[in-house]
């Protein structure tokens, strides 16, 4: 018998709140993305799933934000290959290393690393950022496609044998959608901190204006303890931008949110300079971390609505069976394309 998936997520609500208690670090820090991935999912329409829209849910993708971040350490060739998609590090010219610009993007990885070769450097010293997070969505998109089918295959199937392994592989893809959105949340979190998009992801180093600006490593003192000591949820929730349409090309609209953000590197290590993050006068700090965690969760909750609506669009199976004719009753449920045919 399967067990009901909201009565093991109610359970893990008490652990997870003691978990929220724990130190942070690395990128925004676990305080960073667990606020960004509660708040995104809080905000989500009414017309969205159930599951989704369990306060448990939004508990439990706030602390699958962090593994990305816990998963560090794990060895070769698995950090060499991984890191390098938390940042991008795009010059003040709009250019990554010296080579493609972040605003017209190689469609594909393959062509991106094919332009940073030819500009005399590799992903693994510049980043790939964006492509994790069109990768992330386009995920995101089938796995809401076959949630979408199961459900309605559960309730219009052939037979009741075929009523309860769509029911089965609904529950299967509910757990995947938490693992799946959690872990990309991550990367939607750290396109939304300044430094994860600039070639100034430390310090300032040495460009234009260094003279002028704290030559401190600013990273981790600003994303982790100083989020950890003057961010709460509450402040991440009421800030979010009101809800909008993202690009269609997920790449673009990655590009884009990385910009604006990267944009925003400058006054960060200005404010920084000028004392606004320090303990005695923490406001304009709090106020800078705020936004940039608000912007975040309100790009992640809008990519997940964009997801949901595209996967009415999708397919499913091999062959592959568009989920609107599905849904629309113009073709049956296809249980032999999802089970397989091997």
């Excluded at 009901?4 to 208690?21: D, E, F, G, H, I």
């Excluded at 290393?97 to 605003?103: D, K, R, V, Y």
């Excluded at 939304?192 to 070639?199: A, Y």
Aim: glycine fraction near 8%; proline fraction near 7%.
């Amino acid at each position: 018998m399967v067990p009901s998936k909201l009565k093991v997520w109610r359970a893990l609500v008490p652990a997870l709140a003691l978990l929220t208690l724990a130190p942070s670090a690395h990128a925004w820090g676990s305080t960073g993305h667990r606020l960004i991935g509660v708040c995104a999912i809080k905000a989500l329409p009414a017309e969205f799933p159930a599951f989704l829209r369990d306060p448990s849910a939004a508990a439990l993708i706030g602390e699958v934000g962090r593994e990305p971040d816990r998963s560090r350490g794990a060895g070769q060739p698995h950090d060499a290959d991984l890191d390098p998609g938390h940042f991008i590090n795009v010059g003040d010219d709009g250019k990554i290393g010296g080579g493609p610009a972040l605003a017209s993007l190689p469609k594909t990885r393959e062509l991106y690393e094919t332009a940073l070769r030819q500009a005399g450097t590799d992903s693994g010293k510049v980043g790939y950022l964006p492509y994790v997070i069109a990768e992330g969505w386009e995920q995101l998109t089938k796995d809401f496609a076959y949630y979408r089918v199961d459900a309605y295959g559960q309730d219009h199937a052939a037979s009741p044998a075929d009523a309860d392994w769509f029911r089965k592989d609904m529950l299967l893809r509910e757990m995947l959608v938490l693992r799946d959105l959690g872990y990309w949340s991550h990367f939607v979190g750290d396109a939304g901190q300044p430094m994860h998009d600039s070639v100034h992801y430390n310090a300032w180093g040495d460009y234009p204006d260094a003279a002028n600006l704290t030559k401190a490593r600013i990273h981790l003192p600003f994303e982790g303890e100083f989020v950890r000591r003057y961010v709460s949820e509450t402040d991440v929730c009421s800030a979010m931008t009101p809800m909008r349409a993202v690009d269609p090309d997920p790449l673009v609209e990655a590009a884009g949110f990385i910009e604006a953000n990267r944009a925003l590197t400058r006054p960060l290590f200005t404010l920084w300079t000028a004392g606004g993050f320090s303990e005695a006068t923490p406001a304009q700090g709090k106020a800078f971390a705020q936004a940039r965690l608000s912007v975040a969760a309100s790009e992640l909750r809008d990519l997940v609505i964009a997801a949901w609506t595209a996967s009415n669009s999708a397919t499913v199976g091999y062959p592959a069976v568009k989920v609107a004719d599905i849904l629309s009753g113009a073709v049956p449920p296809p249980i032999q394309a999802l089970q397989g045919l091997d």
